[in-house]
């Protein structure tokens, strides 16, 4: 089935290990995004990508690294993990720019730093 | 700086009454809207949205929002809740100068039986 499937749905980490969290969709659609969810503050940007091998940042992309070398795929690293990097993970895609485009979410990855 | 702002973080309400969910922006220009549903366990899914014409739009699940220019608003109502629409929802706020979206903070809808 078409859609956006997130890898791993719970991952647990030790602080300063990396880990990237994966990201696959089957539109081809152009955009892709990062957001962290965390109580209290919504959902947060912390990479988004208007095509291959075009990425930017969002309002928090520190301690991440982002790459798309395939329109399809948009993997997300922690280099060194934090604690305050605990957090539940969502990737979106959109067929436009997502101020006048819906987002498409996955499922989301809680990741747990201890 | 843009900004939105749901100012309930929980509402309860019974099943079978009506509901109305805040949401206020910060934006000099007319804003592309959106609202969004999280059910426990999930991604974020598309109820509505408002780009321009009637400020009135329907939306699925029975939801429905009203854009209002001079309050800065665009709350999301549903004439009589059912127990399945207990959930978070988001209000989105899109603007012509960036590629990103701004999230409102969420409001957490329990349904009482």
């Known amino acids: 089935d078409a859609g956006i499937t997130q890898s791993p749905r719970y991952k647990i980490t030790e602080t300063g290990r990396q880990v990237t969290l994966m990201c696959h969709q089957t539109w081809s659609h152009s955009y892709m995004f990062w957001y962290r969810q965390d109580l209290g503050h919504g959902l947060r940007l912390i990479y988004y990508?208007?095509?291959?091998?075009?990425?930017d940042k969002g309002e928090v992309p520190d301690g991440y690294v982002v790459s798309r070398s395939k329109t399809e795929n948009f993997p997300l690293t922690l280099e060194s993990a934090t604690r305050s990097q605990t957090s539940v993970y969502f990737c979106?895609?959109?067929?436009?720019?997502?101020?006048?485009?819906?987002?498409?979410f996955g499922n989301g990855t809680r990741l747990t730093v201890t | 700086a843009q900004s939105v702002t749901q100012p309930d973080i929980h509402i309860t309400v019974s099943e079978g009454a009506s509901l109305e969910l805040r949401c206020n922006y910060s934006y000099g220009a007319t804003p592309y809207l959106f609202w969004y549903v999280q059910s426990p366990g999930q991604g974020l899914q598309l109820l509505l949205k408002y780009f321009s014409g009637d400020t009135l739009v329907q939306g699925i699940k029975g939801f429905e929002a009203e854009f209002k220019r001079s309050q800065s608003s665009f709350n999301l109502r549903k004439p009589s809740v059912h127990w399945s629409d207990a959930a978070e929802y988001f209000c989105a706020v899109g603007m012509d100068s960036s590629y990103k979206l701004i999230f409102g903070s969420g409001t957490r809808l329990l349904v009482r039986p």
């Open positions: 979106a895609s959109s067929v436009r720019q997502p101020n006048n485009s819906p987002l498409h």
């Open positions: 990508s208007a095509a291959a091998d075009i990425t």
